[in-house]
């Protein structure tokens, strides 16, 4: 009896056994499950003072908007934060791993975690799944070396930047970047250059909607600006926006409270074993 | 019918220009685009003019398969010559020129043997400014601003950012060196010689080609690896 098949040691990576089964599946008719993308975009800059991140917030499943408001810019450490692009389950998964694994680092050294960690982990978390994992992130932080801004792409490479964009609607953002920014932009400046950059995103990309969240880090503090712009509010066409209509005018009102079904008897018999 | 039919129509471009970015401006139309012609990944040819006058009120630019484009110039080449015979005093102005490419490429598609190209129609007449774009498969439009292309990624978002209606000569041509200096960073097929050209209703003017200045200075770019030694 051959078990040499069965005896083989686990492998890393994901298991692709199921594959075969499944195309025959979809040829059959069984319909592929769809799964939330957050087709996007996040952009990040350096500034003066540490890094500015940003992200709009529309996650969408094919052509449906499936979250209007939803958050891309993920904490990774109290100094690191992670805005995500790709496949949503996948990048808050990956991020959420490392973050943790952060953690576990903090206590062990004792230290304030640093930008390259996070970047390791994650770079050798993506190559080892050969692109399957589809995460594309970009990752900022300001650690006792200075500020640092990465990308990081679903295959697992890397990129040092003064100034980076993903998504769908990276281009836009990109065309933004290229032709506005400079080195030593104040606080003010950083900020309204990102917000450019993602309402570019917002606007001229199908992908990318809603609001715009901005988080600025810098050397000890930082700050979440969660939906810093909303440009795009529910509009009515009536300016006094939506009333319920009232039909029926109220002309006496009775209040009967409702008799209890059970009547509860303190220090009763106790329960049956 | 047969093999030898089939063979000649067009599957694929050969020799393909990048993109053409044009706005309209207080006095007409301007149009920008690089002179470069790539074979493929290489860069071929380096002197291409993109941007052809029609007529006495219309300005044609083109992206795509060169080719192609030079055959829509004898069409349109035909097209200007029969109405110049007809010695009526009317001309053919870039809404009917626009009008006429539409329906040349929308038949070409539909035989399934297009003519692969983006084309950007401008011009002025009777104090009227036209911009309008049709690509290979028939899909036309007018617009304040138009791009072919990655241009319609990269230049669009500026354009729709930053376009007014009372641009002056010297403030479009600003607007559109920023759109192709953009372009110039991040399309790989895009070249540093870059042609501009106007229509008014005195009449066109394309203007000899130049150079965009670029910045390569940030600290950052100098030793990038810096913070995260194995990557770039």
Redesign the interface.
Known sequence: MSKSVLDLPPKGGFNFDLCRRNDMLEKKGLKPQSFLKTGTTIVGL?FQDGVILGADTRATEGPIVADKNCEKIHYMAPNIYCCGAGTAADTEAVTDMVSSQLQLHRYHTGRESR??TA?TLL?KHLFNYQGYVQAALVLGGVDV??P?L?TIYPHG??????YATMGSGS??A???F??KYK?GLTRDEGISLVV?AIC?GI??DLGSGSNVDVCVITKGHKEYLRNHLQPNPRTYVNPKGFTFPKKTEVLSTKITPLKEAVEVIEGGDAMEE | MGSGADSERTLYPYVTGSSVVAIKYKDGILMAADMGGSYGSTLRYKSIERLKPIGKHTLLGASGEISDFQEILRFLDELILNDNMWDDGNSLGPKEVHNYLTRVMYNRRNKFNPLWNSLVIGGVKNGQKYLGMVNMIGINFNDNHVATGLGNHLARPILRDEWNENLTFEEGVKLLEKCMRVLLYRDRSAVNKIQIAKITEEGTTVFPPFSLKTYWEFSAFKNPAASAVGSW
């Open positions: 350096i930008v390259v970047l770079k070396t200075g640092h990465h490479s890397t990129d040092s930047l003064p281009l836009a990109m065309s933004l290229e032709s080195e450019e570019a606007f001229n």
